[in-house]
């Protein structure tokens, strides 16, 4: 019984062995083949490929303009190196290398946070807006319309309720001189000037311009607003 | 054999009791665990937004006192330092150009200005940065003119670096 399973084991080594080896050859010979393959004279010669129609006057008849074909294409002579034609080489401009300064991308992030503020208020989208902020009790803001320190977000919230009411297209603010710093992984400071331009239906423009603070944290993979301080341009 | 299972309840019963002991004992001590870090955690925020506060304090007192060198202490001398002021329209950056403009007030002779800071706020950002707000009121008496009263509020950002709380951005605005 043993010596059975002896013979059976060292018959199934010799087949794996057998079908090693067979598995190698049919490699071996389809790298063979690829080797045997003529790489493509095109590339390598362009002087040896015929001229090809568009230089023929027109009235030539199409028959007699030759075809190319893999035929007439003809195999280099190993002593006959192809003439090649200088060809102009296309200026490369160069390109920045990618930066590896993990800020650029993190301040690209703060930044487009910022700007979705703007989006929110000239389409008077109060969802869009309320994804801004962190709604939190550690809310806060300084208006430049109002005097004392609104805190917690449904105060922060409220103070914009009369620019979100407005119609879509009514509001637009234009940031200037934006500057970001980042404090830490997970703060980040936004400055700038701002021109905010208010159209209410059937009264007169009202433009405002001054300068914004904005606190932002990142909290849970976003970037949101915990802080704001708007201030008119002093006289 | 009606004895028997009362004594066999009654063992249960037992075993029960201890088994209810037993979970409200480990139920307790973990609340009571959780509930220790909790207060931990809650005093410590607590001391570090003292900190905060005092060192945001510290302006004031540089101002009160004309104290250049304290003044000087409270801010990264860095580019990063920006400054919205009250009096100029644009952003000031870097330290250099934010110190300039507290060089007349901190050349008023000592006790010609009085600075208060009314409802301050301090708001945690992570461990190493802070928001602290408030309003605030300047007195300034310059020397042979008139008093000049300031109304306004104040932001400034706060960043631990070193062990101290620096401030690397104020922006301060009058009231409305």
Redesign the interface.
């Known amino acids: 019984m043993k010596q059975s399973v002896l013979t059976r084991t060292a018959g199934l080594g010799k087949q794996i062995a057998l079908g090693a080896f067979l598995a190698l050859l049919v490699v071996s010979v389809a790298a063979c083949g690829d080797e045997a393959t003529p790489a493509p004279l095109a590339t390598l010669a362009p002087t040896a490929i015929p001229t090809v129609a568009p230089t023929i006057a027109p009235t030539a008849s199409p028959t007699a303009t030759p075809e190319p074909t893999a035929t007439s294409i003809t195999t280099p002579d190993a002593t006959a190196i192809p003439t090649v034609i200088p060809t102009t080489i296309p200026k490369i401009d160069p390109t920045p290398s990618p930066t590896t300064d993990p800020t650029v991308a993190i301040k690209a992030e703060v930044a487009a946070t910022v700007r979705q503020f703007g989006q929110a208020l000239s389409t008077g989208d109060t969802e869009l807006l309320a994804s801004l902020f962190l709604q939190s009790e550690k809310t806060n803001s300084f208006s430049n319309s109002e005097p004392l320190r609104i805190n917690g977000w449904p105060g922060v919230e409220g103070s914009f309720k009369g620019l979100l009411s407005l119609p879509p297209g009514s509001v637009s603010l234009l940031h200037r001189q934006g500057r970001i710093d980042l404090l830490s992984d997970e703060a980040a400071l936004w400055t700038g000037h701002f021109i905010l331009n208010i159209r209410p239906p059937e009264q007169p423009r009202q433009t405002v311009e001054g300068r914004i603070t904005a606190v932002l944290q990142k909290v849970d993979g976003k970037w949101l607003r915990v802080h704001m301080h708007t201030s008119e341009l002093p006289p | 054999m009606l004895l028997e299972a009362t004594n066999q309840m009654s063992k249960t019963l037992k075993k029960l009791a201890i088994l209810v002991v037993v979970t409200l004992a480990v139920v307790g001590s973990i609340l009571g665990g959780l509930s220790a870090t909790a207060n931990a955690q809650s005093s410590d925020e607590a001391a570090i937004k003292a900190e905060v506060k005092a060192a945001a304090r510290q302006l004031g007192k540089a101002l009160n006192t004309s104290d250049g060198e304290l003044f000087d202490t409270l801010w990264l001398h860095s580019d990063?330092v920006?400054y919205?002021?009250?009096?100029?329209?644009?952003?000031i950056?870097g330290w250099p150009d934010v110190r300039q403009p507290f060089a007349g007030l901190l050349g008023l002779p000592a006790g010609k200005l009085s600075h208060v800071l009314r409802?301050e706020?301090v708001?945690m950002?992570?461990e190493?940065?802070a928001?602290h707000?408030a309003?605030f009121i300047v007195r300034i008496r310059p020397p042979g003119a008139a008093t000049i009263i300031l109304n306004g509020?104040v932001?400034s950002?706060l960043?631990k670096i070193d062990g101290k709380w620096l401030r690397?951005?104020t922006?301060t605005?009058?009231?409305?």
């Open positions: 990063k920006t919205v002021s009250i009096t100029q329209p644009f952003r950056e409802q706020r708001d950002l992570g190493d940065v928001l707000t309003h509020r932001s950002v960043q690397v951005h922006h605005s009058a009231l409305p």
